[in-house]
């Protein structure tokens, strides 16, 4: 199915296809415009400021794990859907959706690392932190890509946690927040790394898997 505006009309399943298609492929080389990075580029900046210390909570880097993670989730899926429309290139997108179904793996993975809600297992603060922003990522890739997601948080700042004094059963300093948010970080890294290395695997596979569509 496909949703727009206005009333129904009769869309051909083949071209709408390949228009996500070649869009998700354009999309994941988008270049930065501003502090805003999109597709590859945005991954790449994404774990630069992991790696640098940079970001390491704040609501804004939640929400962009979990837009990450849930739309990478989606292109798998979506590439096998439509993979039969074409059968010149299906091999090549079936390959493309088994890294990106590997690439939501690990992906959820950092997902629980910084909960949208809560402390979870990287315990980055409560849930009412909401002036921090992490390195976004547009919506690059299949549906996701998301995506595509529109546009991300800004790039660049790292989470500001709000005055006031610690939440119950939270301690400032060594042992508290700050040492929990260090650690989810440290485990992240890795992560982030092989899930940025699985994309552009799926990106390439991509890439040959377009090139073969019919015109």
Do not use: N
């Not at 496909?2 to 492929?25: I, N």
């Not at 074409?86 to 690439?103: D, H, I, R, T, V």
């Not at 959820?108 to 949208?116: E, G, H, I, M, R």
């Amino acid at each position: 199915d496909v949703l727009s505006l206005g009333p129904a009309r009769p869309v051909d399943p083949v071209a709408a296809a390949r228009r996500v298609l070649e869009f998700a492929v354009a999309e994941a080389h988008r270049p930065a415009e501003g502090r805003y990075h999109y597709g590859l580029d945005g991954y790449r900046h994404w774990l630069e400021e992991m790696e640098a210390g940079r970001v390491s909570r704040g609501f804004g880097l939640r929400v962009v794990v979990g837009a990450v993670a849930e739309r990478r989730a989606q292109a798998g899926p979506y590439l096998r859907q439509v993979a039969p429309l074409f059968p010149a290139a299906a091999s090549g997108l079936e390959e493309a959706a088994a890294l990106y179904e590997a690439e939501a793996e690990v992906l959820s993975q950092v997902a629980v690392l910084f909960p949208l809600m809560g402390r979870g297992g990287g315990g980055q603060g409560r849930p009412d932190d909401r002036r921090g922003a992490a390195p976004g990522q547009g919506q690059a890739g299949p549906p996701d890509a998301g995506q595509r997601p529109s546009a991300a948080p800004p790039a660049g700042t790292a989470g500001q946690r709000p005055g006031g004094p610690p939440a119950a059963g939270e301690q400032r300093g060594a042992g508290g927040w700050q040492s929990r948010s260090a650690e989810a970080r440290r485990q992240a890294v890795p992560l982030i790394r092989q899930a940025m290395e699985l994309e552009e695997q799926a990106v390439a596979r991509l890439e040959q898997a377009v090139a073969r569509l019919p015109k």
